[in-house]
């Protein structure tokens, strides 16, 4: 284990190692040139720059980590959670809250509610007053994000796609498409139109990451529409629900996941309303976006085929679903490099079966059955503890809550409930049980389905009990990314509401209450910086042709510094 992490961190030993053992305080370890600077914190969160193998070695066998959880990391945490803990426990011992409502407190924010003009005038200039704020975080995070190969290969399969059908990144990954391009079509529209108008990265970053927020917002204001719930409320919310997705950026370099899971959680909420249409998505976001996304759909079809076994309609939402994949297959066999369909299949099938990623060629190996491995020496150790959290334990959770609520989430959506448990299920367990790589954006096959259903359970006032309310909102609240402190407040002030108000005002208030605490979150790091994002960063090898060595060699050694 130990030799595994020096491995991880410091990389390939050298010839003719010498390990240090320093005596005293006073030993100093010798500078190597050609050794990256790299940060490490030891479990005290103190940090240290090493600048050779030794003494990166030296420090990683001590315990020190690039990505350490610090006792800071576990204060924080104890804050978050038992703090307020304990404010409830006093406070249900000392009858406060049965004091506070004899309070009439609520009684002008309830009367707010009846008038329309107030609330829509209001709504409005929130909105516009958030995303001044959302621009300046996404347009932050696109600048200092850098270069990652994947972004370059995404976005150059997809100029290529949008101008000729040809789905090609160059000939390094295999050509015409490779089965070695993964993120499909839909994930970088946004991107794709900003490059072909500005030839600029950081734009397309940016642009992409709109794409995301404009695809989320036509599906829940339709779909909210299509089940006569309000939509007001909501539309507040799209952008910072994208924002909380872990490892967001992924969106930002035009990465499949993000685009593929909006369009397949949505078309699972559509689904009795429009079946056919919905197979249709279905589709595309697997063949046009990303071919992970069959797991969940695994599960959520699965499901429906065990609830309603119907031979004759299934063969028929089959043939619905096929009209992608066809239209794909037929770009396949027209223009794949290395062969025809059949070829195409052939080296699909042994992509994934070989592919780490998958974790298919672990499942008859020791490896599989080593947890220690399979999940504490992978990607995992560099996650923070929130994280960690986030992904193990409110899919659970989140299940939980759909299961004891499934009669009032059926009534409103169609008998939903048990196929959005398995489709939150089977890709959770494959992505702990299966997958070796554990990347989180691996993880957004669950998660962006997890974020938007508990955003649609509170937004669409389906009158949860209390309980399921407060697990609900606290759930969420494990999402706010930057100031942990707001976790705290929004989960106090969260269950002051449930406890005090009745069901009628509650789903408002908590939305509300939602949308203004996580924008805060958003807009803090915009006061904490001293310059603005530089945008001009375009670069001059790439702007006539994306496919080119030149253009990759400028792309990585432009954007990584």
């Known amino acids: 284990m130990e030799n595994t992490k020096i491995k991880e961190f410091c990389g390939p030993q050298p010839n003719n190692f010498v390990s240090a053992n320093p005596t005293d305080n006073n030993f100093i370890f010798e500078n190597d040139p050609s050794f990256p600077a790299l940060n490490l914190y030891d479990f005290f969160g103190r940090g240290a720059t090493v600048n050779s193998y030794q003494e990166c070695a030296y420090y990683v066998h001590d315990g020190w980590e690039p990505f350490k959880t610090t006792i800071f990391d576990y204060s924080q945490l104890f804050g978050v959670i038992v703090i307020p803990l304990i404010i409830f426990v006093l406070s249900r011992k000392l009858n406060l809250l049965e004091k506070v409502k004899k309070f009439n407190l609520f009684s002008t924010f309830k009367e707010s509610f009846k008038n329309n003009t107030i609330i829509n005038v209001s709504l409005i200039t929130f909105v516009v007053f958030q995303h001044f704020f959302i621009f300046d975080y996404v347009r932050t995070k696109s600048v200092r994000i850098s270069s990652f190969i994947d972004e370059y290969v995404v976005l150059s399969s997809n100029v290529n796609f949008y101008k000729n059908l040809d789905f090609n990144a160059g000939g390094f990954l295999g050509g015409s498409y490779s089965v070695y391009l993964t993120s499909g079509p839909i994930s970088a529209i946004g991107s794709v139109i900003s490059w072909n108008i500005t030839n600029n990265f950081i734009l397309g970053r940016i642009s992409n990451?709109?794409?995301?927020?404009?695809?989320?917002?036509?599906?829940?204001?339709?779909?909210?529409?299509?089940?006569?719930?309000?939509?007001?409320?909501?539309?507040?919310?799209?952008?910072?629900?994208?924002?909380?997705?872990?490892?967001?950026?992924?969106?930002?370099?035009?990465?499949?996941?993000?685009?593929?899971?909006?369009?397949?959680?949505?078309?699972?909420?559509?689904?009795?309303?429009?079946?056919?249409?919905?197979?249709?998505?279905?589709?595309?976001?697997?063949?046009?976006?990303?071919?992970?996304?069959?797991?969940?759909?695994?599960?959520?079809?699965?499901?429906?085929?065990?609830?309603?076994?119907?031979?004759?309609?299934?063969?028929?939402?089959?043939?619905?679903?096929?009209?992608?994949?066809?239209?794909?297959?037929?770009?396949?066999?027209?223009?794949?490099?290395?062969g025809n369909t059949i070829q195409y299949f052939k080296d699909q099938y042994y992509l994934i079966i070989n592919h780490s990623g998958s974790g298919v060629s672990t499942l008859n190996t020791s490896q599989f059955f080593n947890i220690e491995q399979n999940i504490f020496q992978t990607e995992i150790i560099n996650w923070s503890i929130y994280d960690r959290i986030r992904l193990s334990l409110t899919p659970i959770i989140t299940i939980y809550i759909i299961y004891i609520n499934r009669e009032k989430i059926n009534m409103v959506y169609d008998n939903l409930s048990f196929p959005l448990i398995f489709s939150i299920f089977?890709?959770?367990?494959?992505?702990?049980?299966?997958?070796?790589?554990?990347?989180?954006?691996?993880?957004?096959?669950?998660?962006?389905?997890?974020?938007?259903?508990?955003?649609?359970?509170?937004?669409?006032?389906?009158?949860?009990?209390?309980?399921?309310?407060?697990?609900?909102?606290?759930?969420?609240?494990?999402?706010?990314?930057?100031?942990?402190?707001?976790?705290?407040?929004?989960?106090?002030?969260?269950?002051?509401?449930?406890?005090?108000?009745?069901?009628?005002?509650?789903?408002?208030?908590?939305?509300?209450?939602?949308?203004?605490?996580?924008?805060?979150?958003?807009?803090?790091?915009?006061?904490?910086?001293?310059?603005?994002?530089?945008?001009?960063?375009?670069?001059?090898?790439?702007?006539?042709?994306?496919v080119s060595s030149e253009c990759v060699d400028a792309y990585m050694r432009k954007l990584s510094r």
């Open 209 to 338: 990451f709109y794409w995301l927020l404009i695809l989320q917002l036509i599906f829940s204001v339709f779909l909210f529409k299509l089940h006569r719930k309000d939509f007001r409320l909501l539309i507040a919310f799209n952008g910072l629900i994208l924002l909380s997705i872990p490892w967001w950026q992924g969106g930002l370099y035009s990465l499949g996941e993000i685009a593929s899971m909006i369009i397949f959680t949505n078309s699972m909420f559509l689904f009795h309303k429009f079946r056919k249409f919905s197979m249709i998505l279905f589709s595309i976001s697997i063949f046009f976006g990303k071919i992970l996304t069959l797991l969940p759909f695994f599960g959520f079809y699965g499901a429906q085929l065990l609830i309603k076994r119907n031979l004759r309609k299934t063969l028929f939402e089959i043939t619905y679903f096929l009209i992608p994949l066809v239209v794909w297959l037929v770009l396949v066999e027209f223009n794949y490099e290395s």
């Open 426 to 546: 089977i890709p959770y367990l494959w992505f702990w049980l299966i997958n070796s790589n554990k990347w989180i954006r691996y993880s957004q096959h669950f998660s962006v389905v997890v974020l938007i259903v508990l955003l649609y359970l509170l937004f669409s006032n389906i009158n949860l009990d209390k309980s399921s309310y407060f697990i609900t909102t606290s759930m969420l609240a494990f999402f706010i990314e930057n100031s942990k402190f707001l976790i705290g407040v929004l989960v106090i002030t969260a269950l002051f509401l449930i406890v005090k108000l009745d069901t009628k005002i509650l789903n408002r208030a908590i939305s509300i209450l939602f949308i203004v605490v996580f924008t805060i979150d958003i807009s803090l790091p915009y006061f904490e910086k001293d310059t603005l994002s530089n945008l001009n960063n375009s670069i001059e090898e790439c702007i006539e042709t994306l």
